[in-house]
Protein backbone atom coordinates (compact mmCIF):
# COMPACT_ATOMS: atom_id res chain seq x y z
CA UNK A 1 0.00 0.00 0.00
CA UNK A 2 2.55 2.65 1.31
CA UNK A 3 5.98 2.30 0.77
CA UNK A 4 8.64 4.90 1.75
CA UNK A 5 12.37 4.30 0.52
CA UNK A 6 15.43 5.92 1.17
CA UNK A 7 13.48 8.99 2.42
CA UNK A 8 15.87 12.14 3.62
CA UNK A 9 15.26 15.62 4.82
CA UNK A 10 17.91 18.28 4.85
CA UNK A 11 17.20 21.93 6.29
CA UNK A 12 20.10 24.48 5.73
CA UNK A 13 19.65 27.28 8.16
CA UNK A 14 21.65 30.52 8.85
CA UNK A 15 22.35 33.89 6.66
CA UNK A 16 25.84 33.88 6.52
CA UNK A 17 26.90 30.27 7.50
CA UNK A 18 24.94 27.95 6.02
CA UNK A 19 24.52 24.67 8.53
CA UNK A 20 22.66 21.79 7.34
CA UNK A 21 20.76 19.54 9.81
CA UNK A 22 19.75 16.10 8.52
CA UNK A 23 16.47 15.62 9.98
CA UNK A 24 15.11 12.64 8.59
CA UNK A 25 17.92 10.05 7.14
CA UNK A 26 17.60 7.38 4.68
CA UNK A 27 14.62 6.02 6.22
CA UNK A 28 12.66 3.40 4.57
CA UNK A 29 9.29 2.03 5.85
CA UNK A 30 6.40 -0.11 4.90
CA UNK A 31 2.42 0.38 6.36
CA UNK A 32 -0.12 -2.75 4.41
CA UNK A 33 -3.71 -1.93 3.97
CA UNK A 34 -5.28 -2.39 7.40
CA UNK A 35 -2.79 -2.27 9.41
CA UNK A 36 -1.77 0.14 12.32
CA UNK A 37 2.17 1.55 12.42
CA UNK A 38 3.45 3.44 15.57
CA UNK A 39 6.07 5.97 14.86
CA UNK A 40 7.73 6.41 18.17
CA UNK A 41 10.53 9.01 19.26
CA UNK A 42 10.56 11.77 21.37
CA UNK A 43 10.63 15.53 19.92
CA UNK A 44 13.05 16.40 17.49
CA UNK A 45 13.54 12.24 16.42
CA UNK A 46 11.96 13.65 13.14
CA UNK A 47 8.69 12.17 13.00
CA UNK A 48 6.88 15.07 12.45
CA UNK A 49 9.20 16.01 9.52
CA UNK A 50 8.50 12.36 7.81
CA UNK A 51 4.87 12.51 8.29
CA UNK A 52 4.69 15.69 6.75
CA UNK A 53 6.70 14.18 3.70
CA UNK A 54 4.73 11.41 3.31
CA UNK A 55 1.59 13.92 3.36
CA UNK A 56 3.23 15.93 1.05
CA UNK A 57 3.00 19.38 2.94
CA UNK A 58 7.02 18.93 2.72
CA UNK A 59 9.77 17.88 -0.06
CA UNK A 60 11.72 15.65 0.73
CA UNK A 61 15.52 15.83 -0.31
CA UNK A 62 15.87 12.63 -1.46
CA UNK A 63 14.44 9.10 -1.85
CA UNK A 64 10.56 7.92 -2.81
CA UNK A 65 6.99 7.46 -1.07
CA UNK A 66 5.33 4.61 -3.19
CA UNK A 67 1.38 4.71 -2.64
CA UNK A 68 -0.26 1.89 -4.92
CA UNK A 69 2.32 1.68 -7.27
CA UNK A 70 2.47 5.57 -8.04
CA UNK A 71 5.30 7.52 -6.52
CA UNK A 72 3.62 10.78 -5.08
CA UNK A 73 6.74 12.34 -4.45
CA UNK A 74 6.93 13.42 -8.83
CA UNK A 75 2.57 14.49 -8.46
CA UNK A 76 1.35 17.79 -9.03
CA UNK A 77 -1.85 19.52 -9.63
CA UNK A 78 -4.84 17.21 -9.87
CA UNK A 79 -2.80 14.23 -9.59
CA UNK A 80 -1.71 15.44 -6.09
CA UNK A 81 -5.54 15.87 -5.14
CA UNK A 82 -6.11 12.39 -5.84
CA UNK A 83 -3.50 11.48 -3.59
CA UNK A 84 -4.48 13.69 -0.73
CA UNK A 85 -8.05 11.82 -1.07
CA UNK A 86 -6.57 9.21 0.08
CA UNK A 87 -3.46 9.96 2.47
CA UNK A 88 -5.56 12.03 5.31
CA UNK A 89 -3.92 13.98 8.28
CA UNK A 90 -4.99 13.92 11.72
CA UNK A 91 -2.90 16.43 13.64
CA UNK A 92 -1.56 17.30 17.53
CA UNK A 93 -3.88 20.58 18.20
CA UNK A 94 -7.04 20.19 16.65
CA UNK A 95 -7.69 23.65 17.57
CA UNK A 96 -5.19 24.81 15.62
CA UNK A 97 -6.40 23.12 12.67
CA UNK A 98 -10.06 25.02 12.80
CA UNK A 99 -10.79 28.29 11.87
CA UNK A 100 -12.09 29.65 14.69
CA UNK A 101 -14.63 31.32 13.68
CA UNK A 102 -15.94 28.91 11.53
CA UNK A 103 -18.97 26.97 13.16
CA UNK A 104 -18.72 23.11 12.99
CA UNK A 105 -20.74 22.14 9.95
CA UNK A 106 -18.70 24.67 7.70
CA UNK A 107 -15.46 23.17 9.09
CA UNK A 108 -16.21 19.18 8.09
CA UNK A 109 -17.84 21.11 3.96
CA UNK A 110 -14.04 22.07 3.41
CA UNK A 111 -13.48 18.57 3.34
CA UNK A 112 -15.80 18.53 0.32
CA UNK A 113 -12.89 20.89 -1.72
CA UNK A 114 -11.62 17.34 -2.39
CA UNK A 115 -14.35 15.75 -2.88
CA UNK A 116 -16.48 17.32 -5.81
CA UNK A 117 -19.53 16.35 -7.76
CA UNK A 118 -21.80 15.22 -4.47
CA UNK A 119 -25.39 16.82 -4.09
CA UNK A 120 -26.43 18.76 -0.77
CA UNK A 121 -28.02 15.21 0.26
CA UNK A 122 -25.12 13.57 -0.12
CA UNK A 123 -22.78 16.28 1.91
CA UNK A 124 -25.21 16.23 4.47
CA UNK A 125 -25.35 12.21 4.52
CA UNK A 126 -21.50 12.08 4.47
CA UNK A 127 -21.31 14.66 7.74
CA UNK A 128 -23.69 13.31 9.97
CA UNK A 129 -22.68 9.53 9.31
CA UNK A 130 -18.40 10.50 9.92
CA UNK A 131 -20.07 12.67 13.23
CA UNK A 132 -21.89 9.25 14.87
CA UNK A 133 -18.74 7.13 13.83
CA UNK A 134 -16.78 9.23 16.27
CA UNK A 135 -19.38 9.44 18.70
CA UNK A 136 -20.96 13.15 18.58
CA UNK A 137 -24.71 14.02 18.03
CA UNK A 138 -24.85 16.20 14.75
CA UNK A 139 -27.56 18.21 16.22
CA UNK A 140 -25.07 19.37 19.17
CA UNK A 141 -22.20 20.23 17.63
CA UNK A 142 -22.69 21.20 13.90
CA UNK A 143 -24.15 24.96 15.06
CA UNK A 144 -20.88 25.51 17.64
CA UNK A 145 -17.29 27.26 16.96
CA UNK A 146 -14.39 25.13 18.06
CA UNK A 147 -13.81 27.30 21.45
CA UNK A 148 -17.24 25.98 22.30
CA UNK A 149 -16.26 22.27 22.18
CA UNK A 150 -13.81 20.51 24.44
CA UNK A 151 -10.65 19.46 23.51
CA UNK A 152 -11.15 15.54 23.03
CA UNK A 153 -14.71 16.76 21.25
CA UNK A 154 -11.94 18.84 18.60
CA UNK A 155 -10.19 16.05 18.41
CA UNK A 156 -13.12 14.05 17.24
CA UNK A 157 -14.23 16.64 14.58
CA UNK A 158 -10.96 16.95 13.22
CA UNK A 159 -11.28 12.69 12.76
CA UNK A 160 -14.69 13.03 11.16
CA UNK A 161 -13.73 15.77 8.94
CA UNK A 162 -10.63 12.75 7.87
CA UNK A 163 -13.58 10.31 7.72
CA UNK A 164 -15.58 12.34 5.36
CA UNK A 165 -13.20 11.17 2.20
CA UNK A 166 -12.92 7.58 3.53
CA UNK A 167 -9.25 7.59 2.96
CA UNK A 168 -6.95 4.39 3.03
CA UNK A 169 -4.04 6.08 5.75
CA UNK A 170 -4.47 8.15 8.52
CA UNK A 171 -1.41 9.45 9.55
CA UNK A 172 -2.09 10.76 13.43
CA UNK A 173 0.84 12.66 14.37
CA UNK A 174 0.77 12.96 18.09
CA UNK A 175 -3.36 13.19 18.15
CA UNK A 176 -3.94 12.70 21.52
CA UNK A 177 -0.71 13.99 23.32
CA UNK A 178 -2.86 17.36 23.96
CA UNK A 179 -5.59 15.47 25.53
CA UNK A 180 -5.94 14.60 29.25
CA UNK A 181 -5.95 10.62 30.30
CA UNK A 182 -9.77 9.60 30.09
CA UNK A 183 -10.16 11.45 26.45
CA UNK A 184 -6.82 10.02 25.58
CA UNK A 185 -8.07 6.36 26.08
CA UNK A 186 -11.21 6.63 24.30
CA UNK A 187 -9.80 8.81 21.40
CA UNK A 188 -7.06 5.94 20.64
CA UNK A 189 -10.09 3.17 20.88
CA UNK A 190 -11.60 5.40 18.51
CA UNK A 191 -8.71 4.66 15.70
CA UNK A 192 -8.98 0.87 16.05
CA UNK A 193 -12.32 0.94 16.20
CA UNK A 194 -12.47 2.75 12.54
CA UNK A 195 -9.52 0.85 11.24
CA UNK A 196 -11.89 -2.60 12.16
CA UNK A 197 -14.91 -0.97 10.68
CA UNK A 198 -13.38 0.49 8.05
CA UNK A 199 -10.88 -1.43 7.02
CA UNK A 200 -8.37 2.29 6.79
CA UNK A 201 -4.56 2.41 7.63
CA UNK A 202 -3.07 4.47 10.42
CA UNK A 203 0.54 5.75 10.83
CA UNK A 204 0.17 6.31 14.74
CA UNK A 205 2.88 8.70 15.63
CA UNK A 206 3.95 9.06 19.34
CA UNK A 207 6.11 9.84 22.00
CA UNK A 208 4.91 7.09 24.12
CA UNK A 209 5.89 3.80 23.56
CA UNK A 210 3.44 2.02 25.85
CA UNK A 211 0.50 3.86 24.02
CA UNK A 212 2.36 1.88 20.83
CA UNK A 213 2.27 -1.25 22.83
CA UNK A 214 -1.78 -0.68 23.42
CA UNK A 215 -3.04 0.78 19.60
CA UNK A 216 -0.40 -1.02 17.25
CA UNK A 217 0.17 -4.34 14.82
CA UNK A 218 3.80 -3.13 14.48
CA UNK A 219 6.45 -0.41 15.97
CA UNK A 220 9.04 1.62 14.39
CA UNK A 221 11.60 3.87 16.59
CA UNK A 222 12.86 6.64 15.67
CA UNK A 223 16.15 8.20 16.84
CA UNK A 224 17.87 11.12 15.29
CA UNK A 225 16.04 10.86 12.20
CA UNK A 226 16.71 7.30 11.82
CA UNK A 227 14.61 4.31 12.14
CA UNK A 228 16.89 2.25 14.52
CA UNK A 229 14.33 -1.00 15.69
CA UNK A 230 11.16 -2.39 14.35
CA UNK A 231 8.88 -5.11 15.25
CA UNK A 232 5.66 -6.27 16.65
CA UNK A 233 4.39 -4.44 20.02
CA UNK A 234 4.95 -7.18 22.12
CA UNK A 235 8.75 -7.83 21.46
CA UNK A 236 9.96 -4.18 21.01
CA UNK A 237 8.43 -3.97 24.56
CA UNK A 238 9.49 -7.13 25.85
CA UNK A 239 13.27 -7.47 24.03
CA UNK A 240 14.31 -4.67 23.05
CA UNK A 241 17.35 -3.92 20.59
CA UNK A 242 18.46 -0.74 20.86
CA UNK A 243 19.26 1.24 23.84
CA UNK A 244 17.02 4.09 22.58
CA UNK A 245 13.96 1.76 22.68
CA UNK A 246 15.82 0.46 25.93
CA UNK A 247 15.36 4.29 27.47
CA UNK A 248 11.45 4.47 25.96
CA UNK A 249 10.45 1.20 27.88
CA UNK A 250 12.07 2.49 31.11
CA UNK A 251 9.80 5.72 31.46
CA UNK A 252 7.00 3.64 30.78
CA UNK A 253 5.71 2.89 34.76
CA UNK A 254 3.08 0.14 33.39
CA UNK A 255 4.77 -2.17 31.04
CA UNK A 256 2.75 -5.09 29.12
CA UNK A 257 -0.93 -4.85 30.68
CA UNK A 258 -3.21 -3.78 28.03
CA UNK A 259 -6.28 -1.42 28.29
CA UNK A 260 -9.32 -2.51 29.89
CA UNK A 261 -11.14 -2.51 26.17
CA UNK A 262 -8.35 -3.34 23.88
Known amino acids: ?99 PFYRVERILYQAFNLLPGLSEEEKKARVHEALKMVGLNPAEVLGKYPHELSGGMRQRIAIARCFILDPELIIADEPVSMLDASTRIGVVKLFKDLRDSMDSSVIFVTHDIGLAYVVSDRVLIMYKGVIVEEGDPVTVMENPIHPYTRRLREDVPLLYRKWEGF
Open 1 to 99: MLEVKNLSKVFTVGLFSRHRIEAVKNVSMRVGRGEIVSLVGESGSGKTTLCRMILRLLEPTSGSIIYDGVDVTKLKGKKLRWYWRKVHGVFQDPYAAFH
